[in-house]
């Protein structure tokens, strides 16, 4: 398996690259992995790829991992943001709270395949994003 070709870091193909790779970290669901670590990664792919089409459309955003605050911001942007990617605010609060023992409940399978399917979405919308960028 070859490298992915790394960009430089105020690129949005590099965030892009990232949110990938923490969406391929959030699929790897092994028995010694918490769920909530899982989720973590999952929230991280959807703020990374919607810090992608931000850095694409040269909107300036505070590092904040607030799914809501960076798609309004988008969305004020001039950029549409459909419903199934606005779901991604969902993911905010696997951010923090559950990346430490005893903040929260353990999260349940659906809870994890549905953060999941929503990072998907995100990952897509913002590579459908960056594609209509470059056409």
Not at 5 to 23: G, I, M, Q, T, V
Not at 48 to 57: E, F, G, P
Not at 69 to 75: D, I, K, P, Q, S
Not at 112 to 123: Q, S
């Amino acid at each position: 398996m070859s490298p992915v070709k790394r960009f430089p870091a105020d690129h949005p193909r590099e965030w892009l690259n990232r949110a990938r790779s923490n969406l391929a970290l959030a699929r790897n669901r092994l028995p010694a992995i918490y769920l909530e670590d899982l989720c973590f990664e999952a929230q991280q792919s959807a703020e990374k790829a919607i810090k992608s089409v931000l850095i694409m459309r040269n909107v300036s955003y505070p590092y904040v991992h607030d799914l809501s605050r960076l798609l309004t911001l988008l969305e004020e942007s001039g950029e549409p943001i459909p419903r199934s990617v606005r779901i991604a605010e969902e993911l905010t609060v696997y951010a923090v709270i559950g990346r430490y023992p005893g903040t929260t409940r353990p999260v349940t399978v659906d809870e994890y395949r549905k953060a999941i399917k929503i990072a998907e979405v995100v990952v897509e919308w913002a590579e459908r994003c960056q594609t209509a960028q470059e056409t």
